[in-house]
């Protein structure tokens, strides 16, 4: 028995950790079949010596808890954690059988836990005016629980160097950076990156929230002289259109913008052998100067000139005696808060698969891949020589960048970046600091391969895939390689669209739309593990929430849209719809306190919008299939309305609320009523079956796949009907020829409905995915598309757009036949597809519980019943192995003993393990 993985909920790192008490997870590997976790003990201590664990130095002992619970185990120390303190924590466990085993020590630390019930969050005005402390006297009188630092920089929006020079007097053990740069910012500690960050810190809503980041930075740090470095640019914070395309404009070429001063700030934590800690703070001694980056636009245009660069501006010795010192700022006004979700990184590196001289000083280089991206370029030329670099998802005939919609034409001449070398030196790199994109296609301007006309040299071009460093959970694969081109097509374009929020396009608009983070769940949730992300996408709702109880269609909202593209429940309803799914897959319930309340006020919103007793239709309905809005609206927002309040109802019970229980419970029941009453046709007059009709087209009945997949997977059709509104959605997909007729939210439902038991239809949607014609997934991969269009089009303005991207989620719910039945994969399906064309299919989940592991094979069976399946059962859950009908047969492996037992029958269930399934279906 080993713990082999251990964890805060929420947390995507653990360097200033700024609760009082969170949930933390583990995982265990145990060989025995039949062994189990009946107990654990944790303890959490600010030592890492356990034999140094004594009432003094244990934080938090939980004492030995009779329990198989591995997930959302409380920590809460009576009087909470002290501030800037770096704790350890282990989780001892111990089977039926008294077998022990410790996990190894884990750390975290923390900021200033207490520091937002105090007014104001951190002060800057006491520089102004020194009086205020007179008014504050609470804050200041709560030294050891309060932020120190002062904002600071040069008063400007432009982007800035900040430097501090310091010299520690003797050696420290730990020295931890708290730090934070509006809009981004790269810190440096003796010239060398202090983490593998990029972007730093989230996107939030600034005048709400402001996030800022922990850095261990112990090993960077010398004796002697050292030198940190920050360099700040806009982000969303704010804005700078310069003179190129800028998307969050107003028809009157305004824009909104969270601050006009670009700020920084930064408490340097040095911790030494004998206990003590001393903080250096950022203030007006610090040193600031303009950037060489002079242009920081996040829709992927930078200008940098070489020539103003400062060689070695953050290394130690460097000579600041002409830089200015840094002036105090008042700065947003949102607390701060530690950036929890995992950070963003730099992944893959795309070498080009060709490069073109397409005409003279022009270069186009392929990717091969459409993605988010970061270049670097490597360059060389004559001091103030220039080349610019442009994007783009498309090519013309004529080998240059193409923005096929006419509307954004823009794209073509008003996003670039613009270099100016130095010519000091033999090659010079370049990458974009503070903006990213999504392209497949980079074209040089102004530049060579031989430097012929006085040219810049372009010695080499790459990029970097731009996303979430949570960790990567799962791949499928299958004998099809169009299916495989176009699972690779959906992996690229969800992790081209996970940041510190979850956006649809990380090219044209950048925004966080939330129905792609309730839509897409399941699915990215096999991409990377997105707890944290998704938790501080629900407190960015929390921030953007109107007073009214309203939640827009995105979070942050960085440009006011208007009507139902501002008010929708498919969008806003995400308030409801996360709290369940992190639930569902992750097993944590941590974020039900502070999300219940505003869940609450939007349902108590919605109310206000119901029409005919009870139905919701005022929104964007399925949008994306036919007109813009307005299909299917009763049926797809009463639907979701009517999910939101079971869920507000299941919070309720969690939290302990039983009379809110109740209420949420008879209002969804009200809803489940009249949307049968409107909906539900049961006359049999015009079909021989019930089925539910949209109110598209007043005074006439339609039959559609969308009305009853919608019902379907929303449990809204009455036991009675449930066999009729299956016949009635398979009529409908027979009578489509087999044609997706739906837009991006009915999308999602169809393939789920697909993949149901009663149903099984795979043919069904892999001819839809096959189709000639559009709508299909195959038309976009036959003309060399590499990842997802916005629509149904062969020339799409944005095409690395993941709303169309739910058919992922049936590769592994169906294909691959892992789902799961209870919360974080405790017990979980797996179901052989033995009806779709596939003869081989692997892929991995890696569950909150350990890695499942499916690989399913016939190839080379004379029988197309029989496949032998391999597939690992992590430890702590049940595999429910279902198989074709009654009278299937199964011969079971458990590895590595040699046993071999046979089930007959539908369902067998696997215990925590390796097996290999020898299948009759």
Same mark, same amino acid.
């Given at each position: 028995?080993?713990?082999?993985?251990?964890?805060?909920?929420?947390?995507?790192?653990?360097?200033?950790?700024?609760?009082?008490?969170?949930?933390?997870?583990?995982?265990?590997?145990?060989?025995?079949?039949?062994?189990a976790?009946?107990?654990?003990?944790?303890?959490?201590?600010?030592?890492?010596?356990?034999?140094?664990?004594?009432?003094?130095?244990?934080c938090f002992?939980?004492?030995?808890?009779?329990?198989?619970?591995?997930?959302?185990?409380?920590?809460?120390?009576?009087?909470?954690?002290?501030?800037?303190?770096?704790?350890?924590?282990?989780?001892?466990?111990?089977?039926?059988?008294?077998?022990?085993?410790?996990?190894?020590?884990?750390?975290? /630390?923390?900021?200033?836990?207490?520091?937002?019930?105090?007014?104001?969050?951190?002060?800057?005005?006491?520089?102004?005016?020194?009086?205020?402390?007179?008014?504050?006297?609470?804050?200041?009188?709560?030294?050891?629980?309060?932020?120190?630092?002062?904002?600071?920089?040069?008063?400007?929006?432009?982007?800035?160097?900040?430097?501090?020079?310091?010299?520690?007097?003797?050696?420290?053990?730990?020295?931890?950076?708290?730090?934070?740069?509006?809009?981004?910012?790269?810190?440096?500690?003796?010239?060398?990156?202090a983490s593998?960050?990029?972007?730093?810190?989230?996107?939030?809503?600034?005048?709400?929230?402001?996030?800022?980041?922990?850095?261990?930075?112990?090993?960077?740090?010398?004796?002697?002289?050292?030198?940190?470095?920050?360099?700040?640019?806009?982000?969303?914070?704010?804005?700078?259109?310069?003179?190129?395309?800028?998307?969050?404009?107003?028809?009157?070429?305004?824009?909104?913008?969270?601050?006009?001063?670009?700020?920084?700030?930064?408490?340097?934590?040095?911790?030494?052998?004998?206990?003590?800690?001393?903080?250096?703070?950022?203030?007006?001694?610090?040193?600031?100067?303009?950037?060489?980056?002079?242009?920081?636009?996040? /829709?992927?245009?930078?200008?940098?000139?070489?020539?103003?660069y400062?060689?070695?501006?953050?290394?130690?010795?460097?000579?600041?005696?002409?830089?200015?010192?840094?002036?105090?700022?008042?700065?947003?006004?949102?607390?701060?808060?530690?950036?929890?979700?995992?950070?963003?990184?730099?992944?893959?590196?795309?070498?080009?698969?060709?490069?073109?001289?397409?005409?003279?000083?022009?270069?186009?280089?392929?990717?091969?891949?459409?993605?988010?991206?970061?270049?670097?370029?490597?360059?060389?030329?004559?001091?103030?020589?220039?080349?610019?670099?442009?994007?783009?998802?498309?090519?013309?005939?004529?080998?240059?960048?193409?923005?096929?919609?006419?509307l954004?034409?823009?794209?073509?001449?008003?996003?670039?970046?613009?270099?100016?070398l130095?010519?000091?030196?033999?090659?010079?790199?370049?990458?974009?600091?503070?903006?990213?994109?999504?392209a497949?296609?980079?074209?040089?301007?102004?530049?060579?391969?031989?430097?012929?006309?006085?040219l810049?040299?372009?010695?080499?071009?790459?990029?970097?895939?731009?996303?979430?460093g949570?960790?990567?959970?799962?791949?499928?694969?299958?004998?099809?390689?169009?299916?495989?081109?176009?699972?690779?097509?959906c992996?690229?374009?969800?992790s081209?669209?996970?940041?510190?929020?979850?956006?649809?396009?990380?090219?044209?608009?950048?925004?966080?739309?939330?129905?792609?983070?309730?839509?897409?769940?399941?699915?990215?949730?096999?991409?990377?593990?997105?707890?944290?992300?998704?938790?501080?996408?629900?407190?960015?709702?929390?921030?953007?929430?109107e007073?009214?109880?309203?939640?827009?269609?995105?979070?942050?909202?960085?440009?006011?849209?208007?009507?139902?593209?501002?008010?929708t429940?498919?969008?806003?309803?995400?308030?409801?719809?996360?709290?369940?799914?992190?639930?569902? /897959?992750?097993?944590?319930?941590?974020?039900?306190?502070?999300?219940?309340?505003?869940?609450?006020?939007?349902?108590?919103?919605m109310?206000?919008?119901?029409?005919?007793?009870?139905?919701?239709?005022?929104?964007?309905?399925d949008?994306?299939?036919?007109?813009?809005?307005?299909?299917?609206?009763?049926n797809v927002?009463?639907?979701?309305?009517?999910?939101?309040l079971?869920?507000?109802?299941?919070m309720?019970?969690?939290?302990?609320?039983?009379s809110?229980?109740?209420?949420?419970?008879?209002?969804?029941?009200? +809803?489940?009523t009249?949307?049968?009453?409107?909906?539900?046709?049961?006359?049999?007059?015009?079909?021989?079956?019930?089925?539910?009709?949209?109110?598209?087209?007043?005074?006439?009945?339609?039959?559609?796949?969308?009305?009853?997949?919608?019902?379907?997977?929303?449990?809204?059709?009455?036991?009675?009907?449930?066999?009729?509104?299956?016949?009635?959605?398979?009529?409908?997909?027979?009578?489509?020829?087999?044609?997706?007729?739906?837009? &991006?939210?009915?999308?999602?439902?169809?393939w789920?409905?697909?993949?149901?038991?009663?149903?099984?239809?795979?043919?069904?949607?892999l001819?839809? +995915?096959?189709?000639?014609?559009?709508?299909?997934?195959?038309?976009?991969?036959?003309r060399?598309?590499?990842?997802?269009?916005?629509?149904?089009?062969?020339?799409?303005?944005?095409k690395?757009?993941?709303?169309?991207?739910?058919?992922?989620?049936?590769?592994?719910?169906?294909?691959?036949?892992?789902?799961?039945?209870?919360?974080?994969?405790?017990?979980?399906?797996?179901?052989?597809?033995?009806k779709? &064309?596939?003869?081989?299919?692997?892929?991995?989940?890696?569950?909150?519980?350990?890695?499942?592991?499916?690989?399913?094979?016939?190839?080379?069976?004379?029988?197309?019943?029989?496949?032998?399946?391999?597939?690992?059962?992590?430890?702590?859950?049940?595999?429910?192995?279902?198989?074709?009908?009654?009278?299937?047969?199964?011969?079971v492996?458990?590895?590595?003993?040699?046993?071999?037992?046979?089930?007959?029958?539908?369902?067998?269930?696997?215990?925590?393990?390796?097996?290999?399934?020898?299948?009759?279906?």
């Amino acid at each position: 028995m080993e713990v082999i993985c251990c964890g805060i909920h929420g947390f995507g790192e653990a360097i200033g950790i700024d609760v009082d008490q969170f949930r933390v997870f583990w995982k265990l590997d145990i060989a025995d079949e039949h062994a189990a976790q009946v107990a654990y003990r944790l303890v959490v201590s600010d030592t890492k010596d356990t034999d140094k664990h004594s009432q003094e130095h244990i934080c938090f002992d939980s004492g030995r808890v009779e329990s198989r619970e591995r997930r959302k185990v409380f920590c809460n120390p009576q009087g909470g954690f002290k501030s800037t303190t770096l704790y350890y924590w282990t989780v001892t466990v111990w089977d039926q059988h008294g077998n022990e085993a410790t996990s190894s020590v884990n750390e975290f /630390y923390t900021s200033y836990p207490r520091s937002s019930k105090l007014l104001p969050p951190y002060s800057m005005n006491q520089i102004y005016m020194p009086h205020s402390s007179l008014i504050f006297r609470t804050w200041f009188e709560d030294e050891v629980n309060r932020w120190k630092a002062v904002l600071i920089g040069d008063g400007s929006d432009k982007p800035l160097y900040l430097r501090k020079a310091l010299t520690f007097q003797r050696k420290p053990s730990r020295v931890i950076i708290l730090a934070s740069g509006l809009g981004h910012f790269n810190l440096t500690v003796n010239g060398m990156p202090a983490s593998s960050h990029v972007l730093d810190p989230g996107w939030t809503n600034y005048h709400r929230t402001v996030q800022f980041v922990g850095y261990d930075v112990t090993e960077h740090i010398s004796n002697g002289e050292n030198a940190i470095g920050a360099h700040v640019g806009n982000g969303f914070y704010a804005g700078d259109q310069g003179d190129r395309f800028f998307w969050p404009m107003y028809e009157d070429k305004t824009y909104v913008r969270y601050g006009n001063e670009l700020c920084f700030f930064a408490e340097i934590h040095s911790h030494y052998e004998d206990g003590t800690h001393e903080c250096i703070i950022s203030d007006p001694t610090w040193k600031v100067r303009k950037s060489a980056t002079i242009l920081a636009n996040i /829709y992927a245009s930078e200008d940098h000139d070489r020539r103003s660069y400062p060689v070695g501006w953050d290394a130690p010795g460097f000579g600041d005696a002409d830089w200015k010192h840094a002036k105090p700022l008042t700065g947003p006004r949102g607390k701060l808060r530690y950036q929890s979700q995992h950070p963003v990184i730099l992944h893959n590196t795309f070498v080009p698969i060709s490069q073109t001289v397409v005409k003279p000083g022009v270069i186009m280089y392929d990717l091969g891949q459409n993605s988010s991206i970061m270049v670097r370029v490597v360059a060389s030329g004559l001091s103030g020589a220039e080349y610019r670099v442009k994007y783009s998802e498309t090519i013309g005939e004529d080998g240059l960048v193409l923005m096929p919609d006419p509307l954004f034409k823009e794209f073509e001449t008003g996003v670039y970046s613009k270099i100016t070398l130095s010519g000091q030196g033999e090659q010079e790199v370049w990458t974009p600091d503070f903006s990213f994109t999504s392209a497949r296609y980079i074209q040089i301007e102004g530049a060579s391969h031989d430097g012929k006309d006085g040219l810049p040299i372009i010695h080499s071009l790459t990029a970097r895939h731009v996303s979430s460093g949570a960790p990567q959970l799962g791949f499928v694969k299958t004998d099809k390689e169009d299916v495989n081109a176009l699972i690779n097509a959906c992996h690229w374009t969800f992790s081209s669209n996970i940041f510190s929020y979850h956006t649809d396009c990380p090219q044209i608009e950048k925004f966080g739309w939330l129905e792609v983070s309730s839509l897409l769940f399941p699915a990215t949730q096999y991409v990377r593990d997105m707890e944290a992300v998704y938790s501080k996408i629900l407190d960015g709702i929390v921030d953007t929430q109107e007073p009214s109880g309203l939640v827009p269609t995105m979070a942050p909202l960085v440009r006011y849209m208007c009507g139902p593209m501002h008010d929708t429940i498919t969008w806003g309803g995400a308030v409801c719809l996360l709290p369940e799914l992190i639930k569902h /897959y992750y097993g944590s319930t941590s974020v039900f306190s502070k999300i219940y309340r505003p869940c609450v006020q939007y349902m108590e919103y919605m109310e206000g919008k119901e029409r005919l007793g009870g139905l919701i239709e005022h929104g964007l309905g399925d949008w994306g299939y036919s007109i813009a809005f307005g299909n299917h609206q009763a049926n797809v927002e009463t639907a979701i309305y009517y999910k939101c309040l079971r869920n507000v109802a299941m919070m309720a019970k969690e939290l302990g609320f039983t009379s809110d229980e109740a209420k949420f419970t008879s209002w969804a029941e009200r +809803i489940y009523t009249v949307y049968n009453d409107q909906l539900l046709v049961t006359d049999k007059t015009t079909f021989s079956y019930a089925f539910y009709t949209s109110r598209d087209n007043p005074g006439t009945q339609d039959c559609t796949m969308v009305a009853q997949a919608v019902a379907l997977q929303h449990d809204l059709v009455p036991p009675q009907h449930r066999a009729d509104a299956i016949k009635a959605f398979v009529a409908a997909a027979e009578d489509s020829g087999h044609v997706m007729r739906a837009g &991006e939210i009915g999308l999602k439902y169809l393939w789920n409905t697909l993949a149901e038991q009663e149903i099984d239809r795979p043919d069904i949607v892999l001819n839809m +995915i096959r189709q000639k014609e559009h709508p299909s997934y195959m038309r976009f991969l036959r003309r060399r598309e590499t990842s997802l269009l916005e629509f149904w089009q062969d020339e799409c303005r944005s095409k690395c757009h993941d709303m169309l991207g739910t058919i992922y989620e049936w590769f592994y719910d169906y294909a691959l036949g892992v789902r799961p039945l209870t919360d974080a994969y405790r017990t979980w399906r797996l179901r052989p597809c033995f009806k779709a &064309e596939f003869d081989y299919v692997e892929g991995k989940v890696e569950s909150p519980y350990g890695l499942i592991w499916v690989r399913f094979d016939r190839r080379g069976k004379q029988d197309a019943t029989r496949a032998v399946v391999d597939v690992n059962v992590p430890t702590g859950t049940t595999c429910e192995l279902i198989l074709p009908d009654e009278a299937s047969t199964v011969e079971v492996q458990r590895k590595p003993v040699d046993e071999t037992r046979t089930f007959k029958g539908n369902t067998v269930k696997l215990l925590q393990g390796h097996y290999r399934l020898d299948i009759k279906a």
